[in-house]
């Protein structure tokens, strides 16, 4: 396997963007990437998206983008593992470029959900869950992780003021993106006075739907200048777990995340000490505790703690949501993982004006798909 | 790369599968081929889909097949490209092999149709087209595919009977396979009397939706007995081009099947004389013939020339739709890719009973999403 870089990066802002077609978001995006990158020809191209089938009625979105951004019959397909879609895109990009089946591939992840009714994209949205034996019987996704919240709360003692900082520390970061749907900062107050959508869970333990698209072109080490400055990809892992919560030994342990962070730990020789940025998936504030825990930062129920010491900002132990995370930057389900590798290159590179992380070395990215039935962690680390 | 080998397949009739989930399909397949297979631990896992966001309200199907064949924690996604998923799955799988990425991988095709309302799966079949500049103007998938049949007609001056042999083949052939949806020969007369579902295309022409699934399990070739008897992966390609039909420079040619084909041929050393058996993609009898030009079987216009002198049927020049095609083996749309791969599997073992081609080594597979957007092309051998 060869060593592959990241050697361009592209995003529009996440937003409602009613003037922007899916086909124009990814297009762009991708184009924005491989400007960057300064290459002509792509060999291969992953495309990460959950639900056009259902929001946007567009299949093979594969030929939509190689079409599109003037890379008509390179090989590209769509893929799909809900909202760890982008996370899973990257790693396909990566092995293909880490085998030597392709030299220049381009990951990118889209998503569309704005302008579709609302109950459609709650009805998609739900395809993340089990559809026999959870949303049959009546589940909502966010009334699955208020349930898992609820039983969190019970077994380790926290009420839902506890959650709040994972919340405050991500609006105050996105004030600086200009990227982030919400750079509004938001004060406790806000947090406790903001409206329950289904208890424990009130608007600000939710990150907000969005329009977006992110991209990076991948090409091979050793196609680069010696001893040039680059991102390397130090570690990419996956696992799966049952997708019905029901069915898990430990309902309140990622056991997805435990898997796939150990190994990309080993694959990059370090520990989570060594991790300088952690772009995490804060669909919702429980999950930001979970996946904390389960990723080697905190002691199993004691994500909150580890937040409420200040040690997931900027300066603490393990800096979070740096750009704004799910929670501010907005969470295009299927481009969410694309814009966590964007915003970890931008740390790596030192181009995260406003939060930036002083002299990160390694950054690690963990995309959740479902309530932790896909995980997807990968490690960036700056070289040279 | 390392050679890799088919060794386990498995599927399920296709049918209508009223008393059996979208994961119960998929998993029986899995696990058929992984018993045949006798391997206990998958590394990887590829399943192609079309429509279960739509159609069955599930996602992410990777975590749902792995969690339910005892692979709990393994790598594992979906991969979507329309009618071509199956084929771009394995494709995946065969790719994770040959890399070195993983040792064991299993591709399966799944899709489960008939118990959604007829007019969602029209819809979510028109994913397949392009939903801003074909579908908005009213266009279904079937009508997207009379109109290139038209403009064949009128180019190459046939009439619809001359597309009959193309069905008349494909059911003569099914009444032999126990997997097949519709085991009945059908005759000249039953195809000109047949109903008209959008001029040209009648019921005859069109190939029937059903639920299904199919499977294979890959293994490096290093890791089989020397010398034994194998199916091994001689060539594997991949190409797109505009899913709007009306973008491509001549819409009566499938560029990415001849690419895909071409780059596949030039893998196993061979030519288009070569391959003794092959599963096209007939999903409609227009289709039959236009895979058939672009992957250098008949001159351009002449698919219905070579159907008609018997070139198609077993023991003339290119056995196709062996065990029934799309026509009447049935159409699940993301595991047809599937079918296929396991159907020229069988040809190669000498397990086709009742349609063997006699002494068969290359067998050819060809999977085409959309109206010819995503084309995936493998070619199978016997070796030893």
Known sequence: MRDVAIIGIGQTKVDEHWDKSLRELAGYAALEAKAEAQVSQIDTIYVGNMMSGVANQQGQLGSMVADWIGQRFTDAVKIEAACSSGGAAFRMAYLAVASGQADIALAVGVEKMTDSPSNEITSALATA????WEVDH??????????????????YGWEGIDFAEFAINAHANAVQNPFARFRKAITEEQFIKSTMICDPINLMDASPIGDGAAAVILAPV????????????????AATDTIAVHSRAHPLWLSAAEKSSKAAYEQAGIAPEDIDVFEYHDAFTIMAALSLEASGFAEPGQGPALAKAGEIRIGGRIPVATRGGLKARGHPVGATGMYQIVEVVQQLRGQAVGTQVPDAEFGMTQNIGGSGSNIVTHILKREN
Chains 1, 2 share one sequence.
């Open 138 to 155: 009546g589940l909502s996704f966010v009334a699955l992780n208020a349930l898992i919240m609820k039983r969190y709360m019970h077994e």
């Open 129 to 132: 869950a089990d559809a026999d």
């Open 222 to 237: 050793e196609m680069l200048a010696p001893g040039s400055p680059r991102i390397v990809v130090a570690g990419s892992a």
